[in-house]
């Protein structure tokens, strides 16, 4: 155990805390039910009381969320995930709504509403993609940066009348450090000052070499206002899906990804994942980041309630102890002390390298003044 409150330690033991709070007297240790102890006080406590001490380790952490391998028959395949991304006002904005618009069935009346930062929709030709609402680029490396690869493609927007700028180049090195193939969509088409053939050179500049300049990166033409090039932008990205055989397999635990997370009024924390790999049902535990939680209600893109949600969809999970952070992965576990655990454990970790930090700054500070 870490360090830990007198009535986690009974609630963990099992026992009664005035029991807890009269062995920790019998040793000298005044404390109520709410203060903490430290790790070696509550070993003492735990072997008095006849109980175990398990430490958890990172192997322990490895050893629960480590996923079996899926065996070939295993994996079926699953829709991609895709993130528009591009420079400002180029209208990135704008194709994701374009797109939910034109291929979303409206069921309910009123039209669509969004409900969360995804969203799935179906091509023509019956294909399901993925789409990411959020991440602009910051977002991208920075659920990078905490473990969690979610984009499988990157839709490049590149406004027809101002070609490649500064966050179209950064866009580009991102992709390619992440390893995602990229189509590009030349938007804004519709205007008169439109120079797609600009943009396709322009880009040449930074190794990117579209299918009309003979490379292999796919271009298309689109307009997010008229809605031009819509459906073979839809099909273009439905084809880079095809070649890249992604997979998943449903039948196992699931892990997600936390795309955003909020703490609401009403419902308590939120977070909206997109299950990477398994199925992710009602009633299961989870370990998200440094939280914990079981699934109470699962919302889809829709704001419809589902019981499951498989590979590569979005949903909306209620049922946190705590927020997670965008990027955190979420790992089914098969107990709830399990998921507590690995949950405390990281908090901790995360504390004392803050700690840890604390301490270096102030050393360095002393050094300097010295
Ligand atoms: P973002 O910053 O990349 O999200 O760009 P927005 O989607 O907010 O679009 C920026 C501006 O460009 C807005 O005024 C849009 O109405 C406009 N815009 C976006 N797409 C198109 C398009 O296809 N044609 C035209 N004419 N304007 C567009
Ligand atoms: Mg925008």
Do not use: C
């Amino acid at each position: 155990p870490e360090a830990i409150t007198v009535a986690e330690l009974a609630n963990r033991m099992a026992e009664r805390v005035a029991d807890v709070v009269k062995s920790l007297m019998q040793m000298g240790v005044m404390a109520t039910q709410n203060q903490t102890i430290d790790a070696d006080t509550a070993e003492l406590i735990i072997e008095e009381f006849g109980h175990k001490v398990t430490r958890v380790s990172d192997a322990d952490v490895e050893q629960v969320i480590e996923q079996v391998e899926d065996s070939e028959d295993d994996l079926k395949p699953r829709p991609p995930v895709v993130t528009i991304m591009g420079h400002v006002d180029h209208g990135k904005t704008s194709l994701l709504d374009a797109i939910r618009n034109t291929k979303v069935v409206t069921g309910e009346a009123g039209g669509i509403t969004q409900h969360i930062g995804a969203y799935q929709v179906t091509t023509d030709s019956g294909a399901v993609l993925s789409f990411l609402d959020t991440p602009g680029h910051a977002a991208f490396t920075s659920m990078r940066s905490r473990g969690a690869q979610v984009t499988d493609i990157v839709v490049l927007v590149v406004a027809a009348d101002d070609a490649v700028m500064p966050q179209t180049v950064e866009a580009i090195s991102h992709a390619k450090a992440a390893g995602v193939p990229m189509i590009v969509a030349i938007n804004k088409i519709d205007k008169p000052a439109a120079n797609p053939t600009k943009v396709r050179t322009d880009l040449l500049q930074h190794e990117v070499v579209v299918e009309q300049m003979s490379g292999d990166v796919q271009d298309v033409e689109v307009s997010a206002h008229t809605g031009q090039g819509l459906d073979e932008l839809l099909e273009a990205i439905a084809l880079q899906a095809e070649i890249l055989e992604l997979k998943a397999n449903p039948d196992r635990p699931a892990q997600a990804a936390v795309i955003e997370a909020k703490l609401d009024v009403g419902r308590g924390p939120v977070a909206t994942v997109l299950v990477q790999n398994g199925t992710l049902r009602q009633g299961d535990i989870f370990v998200v980041g440094e939280q914990w939680g079981k699934v109470r209600a699962m919302e889809n893109d829709r704001g419809e309630r589902v019981k499951e949600a498989g590979p590569s969809v979005p949903v909306e999970v209620l049922g946190l102890n705590g927020t997670p952070e965008a990027g955190d992965v979420l790992n089914v576990t098969s107990t709830e002390a399990q998921a507590r655990e690995i949950a405390e454990y990281r908090a901790q970790v995360a504390k004392d390298k803050r700690a840890a930090a604390g301490a270096a700054t102030t050393l360095d500070q002393l050094m300097q003044k010295a």
